[in-house]
């Protein structure tokens, strides 16, 4: 999702930068920093947050950066951890520009980015030593602010905490803005018995969260010398960013590092992996590790994890077009890589993000959760085809299997009654169903269950579709992100209305932030017996939640017949 954001880089950015003023020197423990001046905001771009996982802290825990000699200049954005770069999201990107109703000529400039994305954003801006986050406060700060520390989406394989993220939008409100990088794909989330067995905590997988709690553990040892109040930290994320945000929810060793959760299009409540016991037809995640290794040509001996190790992160990260091993396919890519994701190992995750949920155990800290009213518009296109979809006579199961997988129990009907009321033709409707029930119905299970945890709870539905009679993809997944962060792709199809929705979610994500408790802002808070929305759409309003029969049966789903 975050690549979207990457291609503005080239039209706001530019391949040259004016002479950076820098801050006033800012000392933590490990040494000085400086950053630098904007308009109304100091940035700190670069900042080292943990040592370099490279060589023999590849695939283990990040440990405390030891600090530098002499003053830090953070001032260069730092490179994004090690993604594919041949393939991946340029389908989903022209999706998005396709549906979008844009002209053509603003077509031609997106593409034109996009060709050059390569020399901007591609390999030589990628290392495994990418454990870096960013800073930008206002510039002159005379109390505590609150601190917001956003994790970025790209399901768990691709995207970074630079560009669009850092400008001074949300800042103005009074807050601090932290983006972080975490380690992703095969070097986030590789799991194997040999690793489990080399940790003291007979785990492996879940790099990639690890990094994301080491982060939080920084910002709260170090933000004051910022201005922020480490007593007062909200995580937010979108996509994989808001699953890590519940995953952060439901773990032991985030708890106490965050005082306030945002989960934007957080998927899949159903979806995990254990460490190395199956999930029904789902293998462990040490099995996909031995799977990986294979596929990789590597011998498993006693020296497996050093070999591994010489591998390069290139070799790693691109499974598709592995130089070793043979016949690597795309649908290798696919098996393999489904797994980068976290996993309950009985130290980072105790159980699974849906009993922990289900069993009221989430952190009880206050949560705004949500998702768009789209999703689907730019997801199903690239696994289900619309020429599949005109030869499918039962449509409204095969979105069920995709959505739900391995799942051979009986369909609600409230799902079949709702599948045949969307008043869309077969495609799209197919396209909000399975949006509805992968991201909509995740939503509304965790804040059903976590209402009872925390009161302030509170649900969000982002339903902007951009402002063209040719558009066709209506609020698709990851389009809140340039409201929230006044971030549009140039030439994206807007009018005041959409400035008045931008404006509006990022008073309400910062008072959220500053207080919690969105309640003395006019929101309804959420819960089983109260089941309001703020709706983010032409006329903004609260209402009764839009698929509340869907959902309410998918809840009953989840506690009942769905079978971990």
């Given at each position: 999702?975050?690549?979207?954001?990457?291609?503005?880089?080239?039209?706001?950015?530019?391949?040259a930068?004016?002479?950076?003023?820098?801050?006033?020197?800012?000392?933590i423990?490990?040494?000085?920093?400086?950053?630098?001046?904007?308009?109304?905001?100091?940035?700190?771009?670069?900042?080292?947050y943990?040592?370099?996982?490279?060589?023999?802290l590849?695939?283990?825990?990040p440990?405390e950066?030891?600090?530098w000699?002499?003053?830090?200049?953070?001032?260069e954005l730092?490179?994004?951890?090690m993604?594919?770069?041949?393939?991946?999201?340029?389908?989903?990107?022209?999706?998005?520009?396709?549906g979008?109703?844009?002209?053509?000529?603003?077509?031609?400039?997106?593409?034109?980015?996009?060709g050059?994305?390569?020399?901007l954003n591609?390999?030589?801006?990628?290392?495994?030593?990418?454990l870096y986050?960013?800073?930008?406060t206002?510039?002159?700060?005379?109390?505590?602010?609150?601190?917001?520390m956003?994790?970025?989406?790209?399901?768990?394989?691709?995207?970074?905490?630079?560009?669009?993220?850092?400008n001074?939008?949300?800042?103005?409100?009074?807050?601090?803005?932290?983006s972080?990088?975490?380690?992703?794909?095969?070097?986030?989330?590789?799991?194997?018995?040999?690793?489990?067995?080399?940790?003291?905590n007979?785990?492996?997988?879940?790099y990639?969260?690890?990094?994301?709690?080491?982060?939080?553990k920084?910002?709260?040892?170090?933000?004051?010398?910022?201005?922020g109040?480490?007593?007062?930290?909200?995580?937010?994320g979108?996509?994989?960013?808001?699953?890590?945000?519940?995953?952060?929810?439901?773990s032991?060793l985030?708890k106490?590092?965050?005082?306030?959760?945002?989960a934007?299009s957080?998927?899949?409540i159903?979806?995990?992996?254990?460490?190395?016991?199956?999930?029904?037809?789902?293998?462990?995640?040490e099995?996909?590790?031995?799977?990986?290794?294979?596929?990789l040509?590597?011998?498993?001996?006693?020296?497996?994890?050093?070999?591994?190790?010489?591998?390069?992160a290139?070799?790693?990260?691109?499974?598709?077009?592995?130089?070793?091993?043979?016949?690597?396919?795309?649908?290798?890519?696919?098996?393999?890589?489904?797994?980068?994701?976290?996993?309950?190992?009985?130290?980072?995750?105790?159980?699974?993000?849906?009993?922990?949920?289900?069993?009221?155990?989430?952190?009880?800290?206050?949560?705004?959760?949500?998702f768009?009213?789209?999703?689907?518009?730019?997801l199903?296109?690239?696994?289900?085809?619309?020429?599949?979809?005109?030869?499918d006579?039962?449509?409204?199961?095969?979105i069920?299997?995709?959505?739900?997988?391995?799942?051979?129990?009986?369909?609600?009907?409230?799902?079949?009654?709702?599948?045949?009321?969307?008043?869309?033709?077969?495609?799209?409707?197919?396209?909000?169903?399975?949006?509805?029930?992968?991201?909509?119905?995740s939503?509304y299970?965790s804040?059903?269950?976590?209402?009872?945890?925390?009161?302030d709870?509170?649900?969000?539905y982002?339903?902007?579709?951009?402002?063209?009679?040719?558009?066709i993809?209506?609020?698709?997944?990851?389009?809140?992100?340039?409201?929230?962060?006044n971030?549009?792709?140039?030439?994206?199809?807007?009018?005041?209305?959409?400035?008045?929705?931008?404006?509006?979610?990022?008073?309400?994500?910062?008072?959220?932030?500053?207080?919690g408790?969105l309640?003395?802002?006019?929101?309804p808070?959420?819960?089983?017996?109260?089941?309001?929305?703020?709706?983010?759409?032409?006329?903004?309003?609260?209402?009764?939640?839009?698929?509340?029969?869907?959902?309410?049966?998918?809840?009953?789903?989840?506690?009942?017949?769905?079978k971990?």
């Open positions: 999702m975050k690549y979207l954001c990457a291609l503005l880089f080239i039209f706001l950015v530019g391949c930068e004016k002479d950076k003023v820098l801050t006033e020197k800012i000392t423990s490990q040494g000085d920093i400086y950053g630098y001046e904007g308009n109304a905001v100091n940035i700190f771009e670069g900042i080292p943990a040592e370099p996982p490279i060589n023999q590849r695939w283990k825990p440990l950066h030891k600090g000699n002499d003053k830090l200049l953070a001032i730092p490179n994004s951890c993604q594919p770069v041949e393939y991946g999201l340029n389908a989903f990107i022209e999706l998005w520009i396709e979008s109703g844009m002209s053509w000529f603003s077509k031609k400039l997106i593409y034109l980015g996009a050059l994305m390569p020399f591609g390999e030589d801006n990628q290392s495994e030593d990418c986050l960013n800073i930008v206002p510039k002159n700060i005379n109390k505590k602010l609150p601190v917001m956003w994790i970025h989406g790209g399901g768990y394989r691709y995207g970074n905490g630079s560009g669009s993220y850092l001074e939008d949300l800042v103005k409100n009074d807050v601090i803005i932290v972080i990088n975490y380690r992703l794909g095969s070097m986030g989330y590789f799991a194997h018995p040999a690793l489990s067995a080399e940790s003291k007979n785990s492996s997988g879940n990639g969260t690890l990094d994301q709690i080491h982060a939080l920084w910002i709260k040892d170090n933000i004051e010398a910022f201005g109040d480490p007593d007062n930290i909200t995580i937010f979108e996509s994989a960013g808001g699953h890590s945000v519940r995953q952060l929810m439901s032991p985030s106490g590092l965050f005082h306030k959760a945002i934007q957080s998927y899949g159903r979806n995990y992996i254990n460490l190395n016991t199956s999930n029904g037809s789902v293998k462990s995640a099995d996909a590790g031995r799977d990986f290794v294979r596929t040509g590597v011998i498993e001996d006693e020296n497996l994890l050093n070999n591994l190790r010489k591998i390069s290139e070799n790693l990260i691109q499974v598709g077009s592995l130089s070793i091993g043979e016949n690597v396919t795309s649908e290798d890519d696919w098996q393999i890589s489904s797994y980068w994701m976290p996993v309950i190992d009985g130290w980072v995750f105790e159980d699974s993000d849906l009993n922990v949920s289900r069993y009221g155990k989430t952190h009880n800290v206050p949560l705004l959760i949500g768009n009213s789209f999703e689907g518009s730019s199903l296109p690239l696994f289900y085809t619309k020429d599949q979809n005109e030869n006579s039962d449509w409204t199961s095969t069920w299997k995709l959505a739900i997988t391995d799942q051979s129990t009986k369909i609600p009907s409230e799902y079949i009654d709702w599948a045949k009321n969307i008043k869309l033709d077969k495609y799209l409707a197919s396209q909000k169903l399975w949006g509805d029930l992968n991201f909509g119905s939503s299970y804040a059903t269950n976590h209402s009872k945890v925390n009161a709870t509170y649900f969000y982002f339903n902007r579709a951009p402002a063209s009679s040719k558009q993809i209506g609020a698709t997944h990851g389009a809140e992100i340039m409201y929230l962060f971030s549009f792709i140039p030439g994206w199809p807007k009018n005041n209305i959409d400035d008045d929705i931008g404006r509006q979610m990022r008073l309400d994500w910062t008072n959220f932030a500053k207080t408790d309640s003395k802002f006019g929101w808070r959420f819960s089983d017996q109260k089941t309001m929305q703020m709706n983010y759409q032409t006329e903004m309003s609260y209402t009764k939640i839009y698929e509340e029969n869907l959902f309410k049966s998918m809840n009953n789903f989840y506690n009942n017949d769905f971990p």
